[in-house]
């Protein structure tokens, strides 16, 4: 594969020497909430000398039933993250949903995430362009790997190039989602810098009825995978207690087992790059 300028989001380089991690919950619960969980993330990433991202969303806009807890709300999330960022030294994303929300998260967030959903709407890959900040888009449950290349294109002519794609599973069939590593390697010859989403390619989309289930056991089992086949960096979300959790519970990966997560991952990577494995 054709070697990539490193994509530089804060101190973190995506595609740089050492793996970038995104980390963080699902949703925003609450300030205090998300305040605890940035602080410990960052603990133990700078325990284990690995690069954070910190995630956390303010709004999920498609979950499965009315009644789910969606966040807290754009402006509001985008504040608290940004002090959390200044706080703990630490570059922040989320996802946006609007060119509205573009246009609020631009002003202070470092990396903005488009989700899967809404990988292809033109006017808010548009308005995420214009900000200014580096993108990150979430390949749609419903695209080839190749057919990213029209969402790049879109991108580099609103006049944005600091960008890279994550691959989060595709629709296999009901409820469920498959995760192929082939779209890694295809996805980076192509050109783009590519992150594995570990957590949201073990969802069940809507496989409780009225909530996503899925099998938070295999995420970790997909990001060693996705280390090997030589992305550039790995999503994953990350719960004190996802039992308790209020959005995506049955995908995170509990807090107090992220060190032994990092561990691997950080010597998966050791290898892959040595140039003993890998794609």
């Known amino acids: 594969m054709a070697k990539l300028t490193p994509l530089q989001i804060g101190k973190v380089s995506i595609g740089g020497q050492r793996p970038a991690f995104i980390l963080g919950p699902c949703v925003m619960e609450s300030e ?3 305040r605890r969980m940035a602080k410990k993330i ?19 806009a498609n979950r499965t039933s009315v009644r789910s807890f969606r966040g807290i709300g754009a402006r509001e999330g985008c504040d608290i993250l940004a002090d959390i960022g200044r706080e703990l030294k630490i570059p922040v994303t989320t996802d946006v949903h609007s060119p509205a929300e573009a246009e609020i998260a631009g002003e ?13 709407q033109t006017d808010l890959l548009r ?9 990150n888009v979430k ?12 969402i790049a294109e879109k991108l580099i002519a609103f006049g944005n190039s600091p960008f890279c794609f994550t691959e989060r599973g595709t629709t296999f069939g009901y409820n469920n989602l498959i995760a192929d590593m082939r779209s890694l390697y295809w996805m980076r010859d192509a050109g783009y810098h590519v992150i594995f989403d570990a957590t949201h390619s073990v969802q069940r989309p809507g496989g409780a009825g009225n909530s996503t289930s899925g099998d938070g056991i295999l995420a970790p089992v997909l ?10 960096g790995i999503f994953m979300e990350v719960h004190e207690n996802p039992r308790r959790a209020l959005s995506d519970g049955p995908n ?28």
């Open 108 to 120: 202070k967030i470092d990396l903005l995430q488009i989700p899967a959903f809404l990988c292809r």
């Open 32 to 34: 205090k909430f998300v």
């Open 42 to 60: 960052a603990q133990t990433c700078a325990s284990e000398d690995v690069d954070l991202i910190f995630k956390a969303s303010y709004d999920k």
């Open 127 to 135: 308005a995420a362009a214009q900000t200014g900040r580096a993108i």
């Open 252 to 279: 995170q990966v509990r807090l107090n087992d992220l060190p032994k997560q990092l561990r691997m991952l950080k010597a998966i990577h050791a290898v892959v790059s040595s140039g003993s494995g890998g794609a």
């Open 139 to 150: 390949k749609g449950q419903f695209l080839a790997p190749w057919d990213v290349r029209n």
């Open 223 to 232: 990001a060693r995978a996705a280390m090997a086949a030589g992305c550039d």
